[in-house]
């Protein structure tokens, strides 16, 4: 008996619902299985408007927030595509912003195009730059954690530089 799920005889085999990829493929080929619904086939149907009157993309995202789909094997930002849907191809050295700040947004009444001057333009005007400041992440003298966690910090033979290779 060979390991794992036999293959039924081949003529009760229904290609149709079988799990296995190539028998699914085959049977959309076919005709017997409706075609694979591509995302761009109901772009606009993917969102929930919010209170504020945003579009929120309501499937992948990016790390940063912002919506992802997949168009002509590439990944691209949704506001971008929203962009170049209504009002085609955007221009070199352009970018889509938002008015809202809201990255998952893609309402087309929300995105303007600008420069990377326009966008640090927008950021300061916004209050998202930096102030120059040190960073509240980076903690600096008595707040670093090696001054208030003495004891974690590696010294003598348990410092890394003294272990030995494993060479």
């Known amino acids: 008996m060979p390991w794992g799920p036999t293959m ?12 296995n990829r190539s028998c699914r493929t085959n049977a959309r080929k076919r005709g017997e299985l409706p075609p694979v619904r591509h995302v761009m086939d109901d772009f606009w149907d993917h969102k929930i408007v919010t209170a504020s009157g945003c579009w929120e993309w309501t499937r992948a995202h990016h790390d940063a927030g912002y919506g992802i789909v997949v168009r002509d094997g590439r990944r691209e930002r949704v506001p ?4 170049e849907l209504i009002h085609g191809p955007i221009p070199a050295g352009m970018d889509v912003l938002h008015h809202c700040d809201n990255p998952p947004c893609f309402n087309p009444e929300d995105l303007f195009l600008g420069t990377s001057v326009d966008i640090a333009v927008d950021m300061v005007a916004k209050g998202r730059a930096s102030n120059g400041s040190p960073s509240e992440y980076v ?5 670093h954690w090696s001054r208030r966690s003495p004891g974690r910090v590696p010294r003598g033979d348990a410092h890394w530089s003294r272990r030995p290779s494993n060479a």
């Open 139 to 143: 903690q600096r003298g008595d707040a």
């Open 8 to 19: 039924p005889d081949r003529m009760t085999h229904n290609r149709a619902v079988c799990e």
């Open 80 to 83: 971008r595509v929203a962009w």
